[in-house]
C-alpha cells in the first residue's frame, strides 16, 4: 500500500503522509512484528549498505590472520563501528517517520507503546 491507496478494508491501517506501506501489514511467520516496515522502501539500499559493512568485518578477520599491528586494526573497528551505529541511526529516522507517526495518527495506547518502544531503542543505541 502506498500513501496514496485507501487503507485495507476495517480501516486498521490509515496511511500517514510521507510514509511508506503500512506498519502493520502481513508478517512472516515468526515475526514479532508485522511488516512491511519504516525502512521497506530502501530495502535494497540498507542490504548494500550493510554488505559494505559485513566487508568491513570480512576485512577486520583478515587483518588479525595476518598479524596487522593492533593500532590499525583499532582504527577499522572504529570505522566498522561507526557505520553500523550510523545505519541504526536511520534506521530509527525511518521507524520514527513511519510507525511512530502512524500510531500518532491512531492515537490511544498505540502512541504511547511506540513511544516507549522508540525511547527503549534510543536507551540501547546509547549503551553501545
Not at 13 to 28: I, L, N, R, Y
Not at 96 to 120: M, N, P, T, W, Y
Request: net charge negative.
Amino acid at each position: 500500500m502506498t500513501t496514496t491507496e485507501a487503507p485495507p478494508a476495517g480501516g486498521e491501517d490509515t496511511p500517514v503522509a510521507g510514509a511508506p506501506a503500512a506498519c502493520h501489514a502481513e508478517a512472516p511467520a515468526g515475526a514479532g512484528h508485522p511488516g512491511p516496515h519504516g525502512y521497506s522502501h530502501q530495502k535494497d539500499q540498507h542490504l548494500k549498505r550493510l554488505r559494505r559493512i559485513e566487508g568491513q568485518i570480512r576485512g577486520l578477520q583478515r587483518m588479525v590472520e595476518e598479524d596487522v599491528y593492533c593500532i590499525d586494526i583499532l582504527t577499522q573497528v572504529s570505522a566498522s563501528t561507526k557505520a553500523l551505529q550510523s545505519f541504526a541511526l536511520q534506521l530509527l529516522e525511518e521507524h520514527l517517520r513511519h510507525c511512530v507517526a502512524q500510531a500518532a495518527v491512531k492515537g490511544g495506547d498505540e502512541i504511547d507503546a511506540k513511544v516507549a518502544e522508540a525511547s527503549a531503542a534510543i536507551a540501547r543505541l546509547l549503551r553501545t
